[in-house]
């Protein structure tokens, strides 16, 4: 019997499932995509594009044209409730949607403390396509007068911010902008030391100031104040402070892990509700806890492809295995990078080179189904 198929936002681990609308509408399945913008940006190379290496039309994928172009219905807007009970997702504009079977990868956002929307110069580094306003108004600003610009954080997305911000702005002579981390206790603390020397290295070298004096504690439009009381005077924040599941789930009284992504077995299905499957950083593996990044949301892509149509066409289910280690390497601008894969460390423009490849490459395969 013919039944309705609706994916919750399109990112990095429905790509494959977006590829093959098609062959569900082939079984005469009805598909629907829920998504709040009707590009998906691939967050690899969101730093790359603040720095200029890449534009905004590089690092997306044309969700809602692949999605009608293969018989699919894709409707604008976020969802923000599900009612498993009546199978059905509710969205941010009062329209519901009801679902036989749905599956969730609507990623992660940084909470913005409890600062209100409308606070002028404060960028989060997700949403990835919010960076091409940062660029816009750091240009901006920078063109009128020296200015200082705030990074909080001292994780991955922080220090790649620093470093393209580096590249944007190294020939601006006299108004190239100061840039301070504002770290914390330790930059890259959750990383082993022969990373961590090696991108602060490169940042210093960039002249970015690092800041492990204390964590902030107030954000202000025009600056911050750290534990110490210390104040410092910023014209432009990055928030950068690591991120949360998007809190759908929670919203909605579904089992959910500690970090509040939806609890999934190893068939990337909710533990309660069966019809209801997921991937990337809104779920919550429970048999091994899986780190935030995109490799783990490109590795579940073939399997959330097969488990939704089985699913749906009453076949058995695939188990997920995360797999080992995984390559990391972080773009540090000025076409360098610094890599780490097991025990191997490496700097410089190899790894920059690497990650270009590996990232265009990923980009050249899912932008050729547009
Ligand atoms: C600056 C930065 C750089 C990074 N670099 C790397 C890297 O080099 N390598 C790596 O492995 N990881 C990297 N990460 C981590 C990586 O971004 C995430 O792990 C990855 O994006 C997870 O993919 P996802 O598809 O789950 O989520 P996302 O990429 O966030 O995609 C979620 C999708 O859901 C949509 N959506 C959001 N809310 C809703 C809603 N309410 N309703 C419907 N749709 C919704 C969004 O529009 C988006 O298309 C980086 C993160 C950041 C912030």
Redesign the pocket.
Known sequence: MAKHLVL???????MMTLANIHAFVAKSHRVTV????E?????????GMLGGTYSPSDIRFA?KHVVEKQGGVFVL????RVRPDKRQIE??SGETVSYDVASF??????PRLNLSKDIENIYT????EK?VEAQTRIKELASQKPITIGIIGGG??SV??AGNIWQLTSGYGANQPRVKIFAGKDLMAEYPEGVRARIEKSLKRHGVEIHTNGFVQTIEPHGIILASGERYDLDLIFL?IG?KP?A?FERSGIPIGPDGGMRVNAYLQSIAYPEMFG????IYFQDQPL????????RQNPILYNNLMAALEGKPLQVFSPGGD?L????MGGGKGVLRKKRLTLDGRIAFIV?DYI?RKFMKKFQAIE
């Open positions: 919750v936002g399109g990112g990095h681990a429905h829920i998504g709040p913008s590009h998906h940006y691939y967050s690899g190379m969101g730093p969700t807007g976020k969802a923000v969205l941010e990868n609507a990623g992660s956002y940084v580094v997700k949403p990835i960076l991955p997305s790649e911010i950068a991120v998007n759908i991937g990337g950083d809104c780190d935030k990044v995109g490799v783990y949301a490109v995984y990391l390497i972080f773009n990650k990232d």
